[in-house]
């Protein structure tokens, strides 16, 4: 189970990281068109499912086309929560309570556990099904407040390395908390 939680708290790190360092270096191109900001989007989370996937793939010693299916089915499902954060964000208040924040990060992070359990428990057998995607609701859910929680740490202003750090480290934590939830439900090989 070690190797689960390690493998999906580096690549969550990973995908946080990257997706910061993508959005500070395009800042440097000044502000994207709409089409272009909703691609950057949709492309971050696409490689935060590719990433995890793999993660998942890599730590359960899936081979082959389970392994490919795998990052396929996780990839799909990031690529679809991303898109209806979008659609959700155009109804977002400017300047969010503290307590939307939490409601936003549970509600959001549980409807990533549903779509992500529900796409990769048709990969895991029909007695399994249930568990994981409920492992699923409850990793992402609680993981996403964490991740929720240390973006209100990030600094306004250029401190990059601060950003950075910030990310990683929150990335990092919503990967062992989904790690930890899911573990114990995580596929085997057979």
Sequence with gaps: MLRWVIAIAVAQAGALLLSALFGHLSSGFGE????????????????????????????????GEA??????????????????????????????SRMMVVVVALVAGGGLGLIVGGLQAGRRPPSKRAAWVGANVAGWAAGLLLAALAAELVPAGPNTT??????????????????LTT????????
Excluded: C, K
């Design 32 to 63: 994207p068109s709409p089409a272009l900001a909703i691609a950057g989007i949709l492309g971050a989370g696409l490689l935060e499912g590719a990433l995890i996937g793999a993660a998942q793939a890599w730590a359960v010693g899936f081979g």
């Design 162 to 179: 601060l950003v950075f750090v910030i990310h990683a480290l929150g990335g990092a934590a919503t990967g062992t908390v989904v790690g």
């Design 67 to 96: 392994r490919w299916r795998w990052i396929g089915l996780t990839t799909l499902a990031f690529g679809l929560w991303w898109a209806a954060g979008i659609v959700a964000s155009l109804f977002e208040p400017a300047e969010p």
């Design 183 to 190: 573990g114990p439900w995580r596929p085997e090989v057979t």
